[in-house]
Protein backbone atom coordinates (compact mmCIF):
# COMPACT_ATOMS: atom_id res chain seq x y z
CA UNK A 1 0.00 0.00 0.00
CA UNK A 2 1.58 3.22 -0.49
CA UNK A 3 1.32 6.06 2.02
CA UNK A 4 0.51 9.94 0.74
CA UNK A 5 3.04 12.18 2.68
CA UNK A 6 2.76 15.91 2.99
CA UNK A 7 5.34 18.34 4.44
CA UNK A 8 4.80 21.08 6.15
CA UNK A 9 8.27 22.52 7.27
CA UNK A 10 9.15 26.10 7.28
CA UNK A 11 12.92 25.94 6.02
CA UNK A 12 12.86 25.24 2.24
CA UNK A 13 16.31 23.79 1.84
CA UNK A 14 14.84 21.14 4.38
CA UNK A 15 11.58 20.86 3.06
CA UNK A 16 13.25 19.87 -0.43
CA UNK A 17 15.73 17.65 0.92
CA UNK A 18 12.83 15.69 2.79
CA UNK A 19 10.87 15.22 -0.35
CA UNK A 20 13.63 13.84 -2.08
CA UNK A 21 14.48 11.61 0.26
CA UNK A 22 11.49 10.06 0.89
CA UNK A 23 10.74 10.29 -2.73
CA UNK A 24 12.88 7.32 -2.89
CA UNK A 25 10.73 5.06 -0.97
CA UNK A 26 8.93 2.68 -2.91
CA UNK A 27 5.82 2.53 -0.55
CA UNK A 28 5.31 6.49 -0.38
CA UNK A 29 4.25 9.29 -2.47
CA UNK A 30 4.54 12.60 -1.46
CA UNK A 31 1.70 14.73 -2.29
CA UNK A 32 2.16 18.32 -0.94
CA UNK A 33 4.00 20.69 1.04
CA UNK A 34 4.00 23.59 2.82
CA UNK A 35 5.83 26.73 4.31
CA UNK A 36 3.80 27.86 7.25
CA UNK A 37 1.47 26.83 9.67
CA UNK A 38 -1.88 28.07 7.58
CA UNK A 39 -0.54 26.31 4.40
CA UNK A 40 -0.32 23.44 6.13
CA UNK A 41 -3.73 23.23 7.21
CA UNK A 42 -4.94 23.92 4.18
CA UNK A 43 -3.01 21.35 2.47
CA UNK A 44 -4.13 18.80 4.33
CA UNK A 45 -7.18 19.66 3.55
CA UNK A 46 -6.38 19.76 0.07
CA UNK A 47 -4.13 16.59 -0.81
CA UNK A 48 -5.53 14.66 1.84
CA UNK A 49 -2.76 12.81 2.83
CA UNK A 50 -2.29 9.49 4.99
CA UNK A 51 0.56 11.21 7.04
CA UNK A 52 1.13 14.89 7.62
CA UNK A 53 5.07 15.53 8.79
CA UNK A 54 4.73 18.68 10.77
CA UNK A 55 7.69 20.77 12.07
CA UNK A 56 6.69 22.38 14.73
CA UNK A 57 8.26 25.91 15.03
CA UNK A 58 6.23 27.31 11.40
CA UNK A 59 5.45 30.58 11.26
CA UNK A 60 1.76 31.75 11.16
CA UNK A 61 0.39 29.08 13.01
CA UNK A 62 2.83 27.11 14.78
CA UNK A 63 2.59 23.12 14.75
CA UNK A 64 0.79 22.76 17.68
CA UNK A 65 -1.97 24.73 16.65
CA UNK A 66 -1.55 23.45 13.35
CA UNK A 67 -2.18 19.48 15.04
CA UNK A 68 -4.97 20.64 17.21
CA UNK A 69 -7.02 21.75 13.69
CA UNK A 70 -6.24 19.06 11.74
CA UNK A 71 -6.96 16.85 13.89
CA UNK A 72 -10.68 18.57 14.70
CA UNK A 73 -11.34 18.39 11.43
CA UNK A 74 -9.59 15.64 10.02
CA UNK A 75 -9.57 12.85 12.13
CA UNK A 76 -8.12 10.03 9.85
CA UNK A 77 -5.10 11.92 8.88
CA UNK A 78 -2.09 10.71 11.28
CA UNK A 79 0.77 13.50 12.20
CA UNK A 80 4.17 12.95 13.10
CA UNK A 81 6.06 15.78 14.18
CA UNK A 82 9.48 16.76 13.03
CA UNK A 83 11.46 19.24 15.45
CA UNK A 84 14.96 20.38 16.23
CA UNK A 85 13.76 21.02 20.27
CA UNK A 86 13.71 18.03 22.48
CA UNK A 87 12.27 18.84 25.07
CA UNK A 88 9.46 17.35 26.93
CA UNK A 89 7.22 20.20 27.00
CA UNK A 90 6.99 20.22 23.27
CA UNK A 91 7.12 16.79 23.16
CA UNK A 92 3.87 16.41 25.59
CA UNK A 93 2.31 19.46 23.96
CA UNK A 94 2.49 18.29 20.13
CA UNK A 95 0.89 14.65 21.54
CA UNK A 96 -1.97 16.93 23.80
CA UNK A 97 -2.51 18.19 20.48
CA UNK A 98 -3.32 15.52 18.74
CA UNK A 99 0.56 14.28 17.05
CA UNK A 100 0.68 10.61 16.81
CA UNK A 101 4.13 10.80 17.05
CA UNK A 102 7.46 12.78 17.67
CA UNK A 103 11.01 12.92 15.37
CA UNK A 104 13.91 15.01 16.15
CA UNK A 105 15.36 16.38 12.74
CA UNK A 106 18.44 15.25 13.80
CA UNK A 107 17.57 12.04 13.40
CA UNK A 108 18.49 9.77 10.48
CA UNK A 109 16.15 9.30 7.58
CA UNK A 110 15.77 6.12 8.34
CA UNK A 111 13.93 6.98 11.29
CA UNK A 112 11.78 9.11 9.64
CA UNK A 113 10.79 6.52 7.32
CA UNK A 114 10.13 4.20 10.81
CA UNK A 115 8.35 6.75 11.90
CA UNK A 116 5.93 7.58 9.02
CA UNK A 117 5.31 3.47 8.42
CA UNK A 118 4.52 3.52 12.42
CA UNK A 119 2.16 5.85 12.79
CA UNK A 120 0.09 4.90 9.74
CA UNK A 121 -0.03 1.44 11.31
CA UNK A 122 -2.00 3.06 14.02
CA UNK A 123 1.06 3.29 16.50
CA UNK A 124 2.55 6.12 18.39
CA UNK A 125 6.40 6.58 17.67
CA UNK A 126 8.96 8.66 19.48
CA UNK A 127 12.32 8.68 18.35
CA UNK A 128 15.02 7.22 20.88
CA UNK A 129 16.39 9.98 21.98
CA UNK A 130 12.93 11.78 22.11
CA UNK A 131 11.67 8.97 24.11
CA UNK A 132 14.61 9.25 26.56
CA UNK A 133 13.84 13.15 26.91
CA UNK A 134 10.39 12.49 27.63
CA UNK A 135 11.47 10.43 30.23
CA UNK A 136 13.87 12.59 31.96
CA UNK A 137 11.06 14.96 31.71
CA UNK A 138 8.29 13.06 33.80
CA UNK A 139 11.44 11.86 36.12
CA UNK A 140 12.25 15.78 37.07
CA UNK A 141 8.36 16.25 37.26
CA UNK A 142 8.06 13.69 39.79
CA UNK A 143 11.10 15.05 41.75
CA UNK A 144 9.12 18.24 41.69
CA UNK A 145 11.33 20.26 39.38
CA UNK A 146 8.91 22.21 37.63
CA UNK A 147 9.19 25.24 35.25
CA UNK A 148 6.50 27.36 33.52
CA UNK A 149 5.63 25.60 30.08
CA UNK A 150 6.12 28.27 27.31
CA UNK A 151 4.30 27.01 23.89
CA UNK A 152 6.63 27.27 20.88
CA UNK A 153 5.29 30.35 19.61
CA UNK A 154 6.67 31.86 23.04
CA UNK A 155 9.87 30.11 22.76
CA UNK A 156 10.55 31.67 19.18
CA UNK A 157 9.75 35.04 20.93
CA UNK A 158 12.06 34.69 23.88
CA UNK A 159 14.69 33.51 21.94
CA UNK A 160 14.52 36.63 19.18
CA UNK A 161 14.45 39.08 22.54
CA UNK A 162 17.85 37.23 23.62
CA UNK A 163 19.11 37.82 20.21
CA UNK A 164 18.76 41.35 20.44
CA UNK A 165 15.59 41.75 18.28
CA UNK A 166 13.24 44.30 18.85
CA UNK A 167 9.07 44.06 19.05
CA UNK A 168 8.53 45.02 15.29
CA UNK A 169 11.81 42.74 14.17
CA UNK A 170 10.34 40.11 15.51
CA UNK A 171 6.80 40.42 14.17
CA UNK A 172 8.27 40.55 10.49
CA UNK A 173 10.55 37.47 10.92
CA UNK A 174 7.57 35.27 12.51
CA UNK A 175 4.87 36.94 9.86
CA UNK A 176 2.47 37.92 13.38
CA UNK A 177 1.76 41.62 14.22
CA UNK A 178 3.73 43.66 16.84
CA UNK A 179 0.45 43.63 19.20
CA UNK A 180 0.51 39.31 19.09
CA UNK A 181 4.40 39.62 19.78
CA UNK A 182 3.93 41.64 22.68
CA UNK A 183 1.32 39.29 23.85
CA UNK A 184 3.45 36.30 23.72
CA UNK A 185 6.06 38.83 25.85
CA UNK A 186 3.99 39.21 28.75
CA UNK A 187 2.84 35.37 29.20
CA UNK A 188 6.76 34.67 28.62
CA UNK A 189 7.83 37.15 32.02
CA UNK A 190 4.64 35.74 33.27
CA UNK A 191 5.25 32.46 33.04
CA UNK A 192 8.77 32.75 34.05
CA UNK A 193 8.86 35.52 36.88
CA UNK A 194 12.01 37.76 35.01
CA UNK A 195 11.18 40.76 34.06
CA UNK A 196 14.66 41.81 32.22
CA UNK A 197 15.85 41.76 29.08
CA UNK A 198 19.14 40.41 30.77
CA UNK A 199 16.67 37.93 33.15
CA UNK A 200 15.35 36.41 29.94
CA UNK A 201 18.72 36.16 27.94
CA UNK A 202 20.34 34.12 30.70
CA UNK A 203 16.85 31.65 30.69
CA UNK A 204 17.53 31.25 26.93
CA UNK A 205 20.89 30.73 27.26
CA UNK A 206 20.70 27.96 29.52
CA UNK A 207 18.12 26.07 27.55
CA UNK A 208 20.13 26.57 24.64
CA UNK A 209 17.59 28.58 22.61
CA UNK A 210 20.81 31.26 21.80
CA UNK A 211 24.21 31.09 21.63
CA UNK A 212 24.90 34.85 22.73
Do not use: W
Not at 64 to 89: F, K
Not at 106 to 128: F, K, N, W
Not at 155 to 179: N, P
Amino acid sequence: MTIRVAIAEDQRMVRELLIRLLAREADFDVVGEAGNGQEAIELAQSAQPDVLVLDIGLPVLDGVEVARSVRARQPEIRILALSVHDDERFIQQMLNAGADGYVAKSAAVAELVRGIQTVMQGDMYLSPAIARQALRGRACARDGIVEAALGPRELQVLALLADGKRSQEIAVQLEISIATVESHRRNITRKLGLHTIAELTKYAVRKGLTSL
